[in-house]
């Protein structure tokens, strides 16, 4: 499985990104795909994504009145539209996908947020 991951960048707080992440190879039997990430100094943290059969979202609490998150099924893609940035929104963003008890992660995307 891999997964590649686009979009990210610099924003200035208040505006707005979107990620997106395109999945290829054996994505049979996806049981989620989603979003994580990770500050400097900081572990790696869960942000939204899909339980994949039941389409059920997930979503964190710091985010779910900014963030959006959206999948394609038939192409296993998922994508995170980022508004209303704040800095501490600034960290590498990675998409993870769990393919039969393996998780897997794309390359990251940084999004930096300045004031």
């Known amino acids: 499985v891999q997964l590649q991951a686009s979009g990210g960048g610099l924003v200035q707080a208040g505006g707005s990104l979107r990620l997106s992440c395109e999945s290829s190879?054996?994505?049979?039997?996806?049981?989620?795909m989603g979003w994580f990430r990770q500050a400097p100094g900081k572990n790696r943290e869960w942000v939204a994504g899909?339980?994949?059969?039941?389409?059920?979202?997930s979503i964190q609490d710091f985010v779910k009145d900014r963030f959006v998150v959206s999948r394609d099924s038939a192409k296993k893609a998922v994508a995170l539209q980022m508004t209303s940035l704040k800095l501490e929104d600034t960290a590498v963003y990675y998409c993870?996908?769990?393919?039969?008890?393996?998780?897997?992660w794309g390359q990251g995307a940084q999004v930096t947020v300045s004031s």
């Open positions: 993870a996908a769990d393919v039969k008890g393996v998780r897997y």
């Open positions: 899909f339980t994949w059969n039941a389409g059920k979202i």
């Open positions: 190879g054996r994505t049979d039997g996806v049981a989620m």
